[in-house]
């Protein structure tokens, strides 16, 4: 699992039919200490995320499997929204 900060939201109305209802979140990976890290990605958000907050993601071939469909096209899934972080 990663950690990033939900920056933004995609919109699109037309999208691969096992994407629909699915929200798109615009994520910045960071660094445990909350700094920057690396390029923005679009994940699929599973858990209810929102603007502002820090998730745990997982990206990569396991991704899918985090919505509980192999097949559906995604490289990244938001599967939790972190609370607190301690060093």
Same mark, same amino acid.
């Given at each position: 699992m990663k950690i990033g900060l939900v920056i933004g939201q995609v919109i699109a109305t037309r999208k691969d039919e096992k994407l629909v209802g699915c929200k798109l979140l615009i994520t910045q990976p960071v660094t445990p200490g909350k700094k920057p890290q690396g390029e923005n990605i679009?994940? @699929? $958000?599973? #858990?209810?995320? !929102?603007?502002?907050?820090?998730?745990?993601?997982?990206?990569g071939s396991v991704a899918p499997k985090a919505l509980r469909d192999v097949n559906?096209? @995604? $490289?990244? #899934?938001?599967? !939790?929204?972190?609370?607190?972080?301690?060093?």
């Open positions: 679009v994940a @699929v $958000d599973s #858990v209810g995320a !929102g603007v502002g907050e820090y998730v745990l993601y997982v990206s559906t096209p @995604v $490289d990244a #899934v938001i599967v !939790g929204i972190i609370d607190k972080i301690e060093l």
